[in-house]
């Protein structure tokens, strides 16, 4: 069966404005700026400086924009890109209350003389007195601010990428929820990357803000996802922290309580009128991974792709290094690169490999058709969180859901260059050629 996707999404699509709602007791943001809506925005790692640093840009403007009075809330995994620090700094000095959470890696002695310097930097311009409006801290080494779980070699980190605004520009509770680190390289500006910026939703910011003084308290709790702070919903966005953990002997093996795998499970892949596949409306899932370890979610991409959906993965592969055993990432795209006799030819794969110049550092799931009964939805899941076993079980994350077309369809733009630039494009049946 031939396989037809809808064409003819505008590869830019205007932002989605949403009403700001301003404080009584904040100034006024900088003369000439504009108040701030829900939008995307990407990096293009082979375009212009600026395309690479759109993200790194954007959030700039937004620190510029929060006047003396107002808060900005950073938690996020690491810097050695001194721009943003430098702002957060600024920020402070004009009156702007600003408190940062990074990893451990950040006051690691054996770490790059980048991120040192940027430590030295925050540390220096922002104090570490949690008494204090402003203030800078890493967890603690060995583990997340929340999430503590060691399993085998690998612990947890604090792998948050977002940003918290009570009012810039204008507009109050402004969430950032970004994938890219603040780094000059394939994990920041010099791989694809988006950050969605949300307003208008007060309850999804008032969970981040909770979730946040959690981690500043370096409030231990290995199943944060399910008794720590549940999932909050907020009119067509939700907000999903982790980590959410298992009882099962092999956790990396272990679909229960994996909210992505109860996300794959819950989509129909026929009964929609006016999205998904040109042929007959099938539902399309579209998946954008830099870390893809969960052979069980591979298994359930391809099983729905068996069932009629159409499936499309792009992600990285870095081997195991070690040929005596298969890692999980091999695993999981070999299962998703596996021949097929499915009617449906099975999941269409793009990856990039360690060795590429270019990387996908995205990590979202786009679903288009039929989701928990309701059909013709368009719904996005991004955030830090990879599809491993460590960003599930284990780290300090967080996940945005979002059902909003306009948005949507920007992500679907990046999800497209993302795909069709990839290095490796094989035919399913193909190996791994890393």
């Known amino acids: 069966m031939r396989r037809t996707v809808v064409a003819g999404m505008a590869l830019a699509v205007l932002a989605a404005w949403a009403p700001g709602v301003a404080s009584g007791s904040i100034a006024p943001g900088p003369v000439g700026t504009q108040a701030v809506g829900t939008e995307a925005v990407f990096t293009t ?51 702007v209350s600003v408190q ?32 204090a409006p402003s203030w800078v801290m890493a967890c603690p080494a ?11 070699n690998v612990t947890a980190i604090n792998h948050n990428k977002f940003f918290l605004f009570s009012n810039t520009s204008g507009t109050s509770n402004v969430v950032v929820q970004s994938s890219a680190n603040l780094h000059n390289g394939r994990d ?21 803000e909770g979730y946040f003084g959690d981690m500043a308290a370096l409030r231990t709790n290995n199943n944060y996802y399910d008794t720590g702070r549940a999932p909050v919903t907020d009119g067509n966005a939700k907000a999903h922290f982790f980590p959410r953990s298992s009882a099962a002997d092999d956790q990396y093996r272990d679909p229960s309580e994996d909210t992505m795998y ?14 998904g596949t040109t042929d007959n409306h099938r ?82 799931l786009l679903v288009e058709g039929k989701y928990y009964g309701v059909a013709d939805r368009k719904i996005l899941w991004t955030g830090s969180a990879n599809w491993s076993t460590n960003s599930l079980r284990q780290s300090d994350e967080a996940v945005l859901q979002l059902e909003d077309s306009a948005v949507f369809d920007q992500y679907l733009a990046d999800f497209r260059a993302g795909r069709d630039n990839a290095a490796h494009q094989p035919a399913n049946g193909a190996a791994i050629a890393c």
């Open 283 to 364: 539902t399309i899932i579209r998946v954008n991974q830099n870390i893809f370890s969960r052979p069980y979610l591979a298994q359930k991409l391809v099983d729905l792709d068996a069932a009629g959906c159409y499936v499309e993965v792009v992600q990285n592969y870095a081997p195991d290094g070690d040929p005596a055993k298969v890692s999980l990432a091999e695993e999981s795209l070999r299962d998703l690169l596996a021949r097929t006799s499915s009617a449906y030819n099975g999941v269409v794969v793009r990856y990039y490999c360690d060795s590429d110049p270019v990387w996908t550092h995205s990590k979202y």
């Open 188 to 208: 920041g500006t010099k791989g694809y990357n988006n950050a969605l910026i949300l307003t208008g939703h007060n309850a999804v910011f008032s969970a981040y």
């Open 100 to 131: 940062a959470i990074f990893d451990s890696r950040m006051t690691d002695p054996n770490e790059s003389s980048g991120i040192k310097a940027v430590w030295s930097q925050l540390v220096s311009g922002l104090g570490t007195s949690k008494s």
């Open 262 to 275: 109860t996300v794959l499970d819950h989509i129909d892949c026929f009964g929609n009128s006016s999205v």
């Open 142 to 152: 060995g583990r997340g601010c929340v999430g503590s779980l060691k399993l085998g």
């Open 45 to 95: 790692p082979t375009g212009t400086d600026a395309q690479q640093r759109a993200i790194v840009n954007r959030v700039i403007s937004l620190i510029d924009g929060a006047a003396a009075g107002s808060r900005i809330r950073v938690a996020m995994f690491y810097a050695d890109d001194p721009a943003i620090p430098t702002a957060l700094v600024a920020a402070k000095n004009r009156g």
